[in-house]
């Protein structure tokens, strides 16, 4: 069983930035990727996927704003997010696409607040 370790998130400013890392503990090559994210109060979303060639998609409310990333030697998946807004407030999760194939890690809060 694979296990997921995210990690990056805080407290930042609206407009700033944070970078998201999900480490895996095994190869995770042959995986799509996706991040989710789960405001208090609401149901998981898939926010981004990374396919296993590279290939990505956003949710429309993050696109043009949030990247992301595989390095497979390193059995990491990133999630650059620039030009935060408050509603990106959530707990960050990473996973394969649903039906997720591993168990949830404990996620990384991200909070967007002046």
């Known amino acids: 069983q694979v296990q997921l370790v995210e990690s990056g998130g805080g407290l930042v400013q609206p407009g700033g930035s944070l970078r998201l890392s999900c480490a895996a503990s095994r190869s995770i090559f042959s995986y799509d990727m996706n991040w989710y994210r789960q405001a208090p109060g609401k149901q998981r979303e898939q926010v981004a996927r990374?396919?296993?060639?590279?290939?990505?998609n956003y949710a429309e409310s993050v696109k043009g704003r949030f990247t992301i990333s595989r390095d497979n030697a390193k059995k990491t998946v990133y999630l650059q997010m620039n030009s935060l807004k408050p509603e990106d407030t959530a707990v960050y999760y990473c996973?394969?696409?649903?039906?997720?194939?591993?168990?949830w890690g404990q996620g990384t809060q991200v909070t967007v607040s002046s």
């Open positions: 996973n394969t696409g649903v039906p997720v194939r591993f168990s």
């Open positions: 990374i396919t296993t060639d590279s290939s990505t």
